[in-house]
């Protein structure tokens, strides 16, 4: 089984996240382009996600709600850089509004070999401290059991 690798070396104000998926390249890019796929494997389990907004586009915006069952919510926005494509990936910008002012940029690649597609995101942050908040704020537990998640909607969508 897959697992998601997690990278934040010390002193270093970024997170390196690899996870490879049985799924070809353009299925998975699709999985994370697609705001009618992407609510369906986002994060934890417990948490509903709805997008106000999604503009994939070179300056297009993003903005997507989570909610808990006891009803609170978390907001999560961004500017896409660049036309997302499966060749030359996604570069975005990122602000948890928990915690705003502090913007992370995140570049996301899709390597496919075999029928297999490694994807590979490393995200930018102004300061190791705000890189490690964002690690204690739960951000490592929604990678991971989104990830899980994710596979099991490329199984679905291939008909395993």
Do not use: N
């Not at 390196?16 to 994370?32: K, Q, S, W």
């Not at 999604?54 to 850089?81: I, L, Q």
């Not at 995140?106 to 890189?131: A, I, K, M, Q």
Request: proline content about 6%; aromatic content about 10%.
């Amino acid at each position: 089984m897959a697992k998601t690798e997690i990278t934040a070396e010390p002193g270093i104000p970024q997170i390196v996240i690899t996870r490879e998926f049985e799924a070809p390249r353009d299925l998975v890019f699709r999985a994370y382009i697609d705001p009618e796929l992407i609510v369906r494997w986002l994060g934890p389990r417990r948490l509903t996600t709805r997008f106000e907004y999604h503009e994939p586009r070179d300056g297009g915006r993003w903005r997507y709600v989570s909610t808990s069952p006891a009803g609170d919510e978390h907001g999560f926005h961004g500017v896409f850089h660049g036309t997302p494509s499966v060749d030359g990936g996604i570069v975005q910008t990122f602000e948890y509004e928990g915690m705003p002012g502090h913007v992370a940029l995140e570049t996301v690649t899709f390597e496919e070999t075999g029928g297999r597609t490694l994807v590979r995101s490393v995200s930018c942050f102004p300061s190791v401290e705000y890189r490690d908040d964002m690690i204690a704020s739960g951000a490592e537990y929604g990678i991971r059991e989104g990830d899980e998640r994710l596979t099991e909607l490329l199984a679905e969508l291939q008909g395993r």
